[in-house]
């Protein structure tokens, strides 16, 4: 058992696999929508928002590898289908072709809370595991995406 290799309980690192997993299956919905919002976007905020959105689908690339080496340090496979992220995701997929942006930017901070929410369940599950490291991981994801919740709400006039 690999989980205790690392001196961790078994029985209490499943809980924070299984949600990490649906973690990863969120991240991968979530990164395709940044490539099609920094894809397609279009108009007057375009050189803006098409390095924001790069530089936001950089981090959620490497958020999604972190996310599944950390599942396999804790001993389990991560998820590795799109069904399986398709199915497992409570973010959805949209169409960004056309859209305009202000309506990609509010996809995005939707997105976001999304994570975000998941994020915090998760540290609960860890620190009842006595999983520090996945817990520090998941604190770091969380704040990247609080800063950049603000930015584009920012972007967008919302309070």
């Not at 290799?5 to 809980?15: D, H």
């Amino acid at each position: 058992m690999d989980a205790e290799k690392i001196s961790l309980e078994e029985s209490k690192v499943k809980p924070v696999v299984d949600h990490l997993n649906d973690l990863l299956a969120n991240y991968h919905i979530h990164y395709q929508k940044l490539r099609g919002c920094h894809w397609n976007i279009k108009g007057n905020n375009f050189f803006t928002l098409h390095l924001k959105f790069e530089e936001l689908y950089t981090e959620a690339l490497t958020t999604i590898d972190e996310l599944a080496e950390r599942i396999l340090t804790l001993g389990k496979p991560p998820y590795s289908t799109f069904q399986d992220y398709v199915t497992q995701s409570t973010i959805k997929e949209i169409d960004t072709i056309g859209m305009k942006d202000t309506k990609m930017v509010k996809a995005l901070i939707e997105d976001m809370a999304t994570l975000i929410e998941m994020e915090r369940t998760i540290l609960d599950i860890t620190a009842e595991a006595g999983d520090d490291g996945t817990n520090d991981m998941v604190n770091r994801f969380m704040q990247f995406k609080e800063k950049n919740t603000w930015m584009l709400r920012s972007f967008v006039n919302e309070d």
